[in-house]
C-alpha cells in the first residue's frame, strides 16, 4: 500500500477507504472498450465506413478476430491415453505460451465477461478441445486401459486447468516437463498405464 | 462471422482480412486503461488532487482496491486430507462464484499483463491460497495419510485450477459438489483415505 504512514489521521484513512471501494466498484462494472474503429483503420489500411458496414456490431468484430487467431487442437492417435494427453497437453502449454492465442486469452477473458459474442466464441473454443480429450478418453475406454465410469468433465478440468492456472493465476512458467507431468498425474487417476 | 455472403468478392474478403488481422494485433496490444480518476473521484467523493495525492500512479491504486476486496483463504484442520481439502475448495467455489473477487478476477488478470503491480499482487494471492493447500498436504504427510514424494505445485494446479478453469474459460457453473469431486479426485491421485 502506499502511504500507509497517512492511515494514522481518521479523515485521510476515510478518503483513502472511500477511494479504494469506489475503484474497486469501479473495475467490477467496467466493460471492455478495447480499441477504437480509428486504429483498427489506420492498422489495417480499410476505412472507418468500411469497417463499420462490415460490422456495425464493435463486439462481433472482437468476435471474429478473435477466432481468426485461434488454433484447433490437433487429435492424436497415438495408440496409448498417456501419449494422447502427452501430445494434447504439449500443444496447449505451446498455445498458452508463445501463440497469438496467449497474448489475446487474457483481454478475451475480460471481454467475455461483458459481451455475450466473445463468451460464446470462448466457449466452442474451449468445448472443441474438450471433444478431443474425450475423444482420446473413449479411445482408452475402447482398448480397455482404463474403466468408462470416470467423471468426463472433471478429467478435462483438472488437466487443462492446471495449464490455464499456471498461464492466468500464478502466472508461472509453462514447460513441456509440466505437461507431461499433468498426463501421467491424469493417468495415475485414471488407473490408465 | 459476420457478412459471410460478401467473401466471394475478393476485394471485399482483403478488406475484411485486413480488418481482422488488425484487430486482433490491436487486442494483443492494449493495456488496460480501467477506469478515470475522474469517475473514481466522482463514485467516491474525494476530490481529485486528493486521489492522485494518495496514489499518484494508476496501476497502484487499482492494486490496492484489488487488494481491498481480495480475502484470503481459511485454513482449516478437520483432521483429514479429504475435509481439508473440501473446506478449501468449498470455500473457492463460494469466491469463485458471488464474491467481489469473482467480479474483479477477469479485470485483474487482464490488468495483470500489462502492470507489474497487479501482477505482483495476484501471485501474492496465489501464493496464500497454495501454501495452504500445502499445510493440508504436510499435515497428511504427517498423519501417515499420504506418501511425502508428491509434486506439490502439481496438486495445487490441478485442484484449484480446474476451478479457475470452469469460471473463467469453460465458464461453466461451479458447485459444491464439484468442489467436492475435485477433492476425492486429488485423494484419489494421492492414495489418501
Request: hydrophobic share 50%; with cysteine.
Amino acid at each position: 500500500m502506499s502511504g500507509t504512514a497517512e492511515v494514522l489521521d481518521p479523515r485521510v484513512a476515510r478518503s483513502r477507504a472511500a477511494v479504494l471501494a469506489a475503484t474497486a466498484e469501479l473495475l467490477g462494472e467496467v466493460s471492455f472498450v478495447g480499441i477504437s474503429v480509428e486504429a483498427i483503420s489506420a492498422r489495417s489500411g480499410v476505412a472507418r465506413t468500411t469497417v463499420y458496414r462490415h460490422w456495425p456490431d464493435p463486439a462481433q468484430l472482437m468476435a471474429d478476430a478473435l477466432a481468426s487467431v485461434i488454433t484447433a487442437c490437433p487429435e492424436p492417435d497415438t495408440g496409448t491415453l498417456r501419449g494422447d494427453l502427452t501430445v494434447i497437453l504439449r500443444e496447449l502449454v505451446a498455445t498458452l505460451s508463445r501463440s497469438a492465442t496467449a497474448r489475446l486469452l487474457p483481454p478475451m477473458i475480460f471481454a467475455a465477461e461483458a459481451d455475450p459474442a466473445v463468451a460464446s466464441l470462448q466457449q466452442s473454443f474451449s468445448r472443441q478441445r474438450r471433444l478431443v480429450v474425450r475423444g482420446a478418453l473413449e479411445r482408452a475406454v475402447a482398448r480397455g486401459e482404463i474403466d468408462a465410469d470416470f467423471d468426463f468433465e472433471l478429467v478435462v478440468a483438472m488437466s487443462s486447468g492446471s495449464l490455464f492456472y499456471r498461464r492466468l493465476v500464478s502466472r508461472e512458467p509453462l514447460t513441456t516437463a509440466y505437461a507431461d507431468k499433468v498426463a501421467g498425474a491424469i493417468c495415475i487417476l485414471l488407473g490408465a498405464p
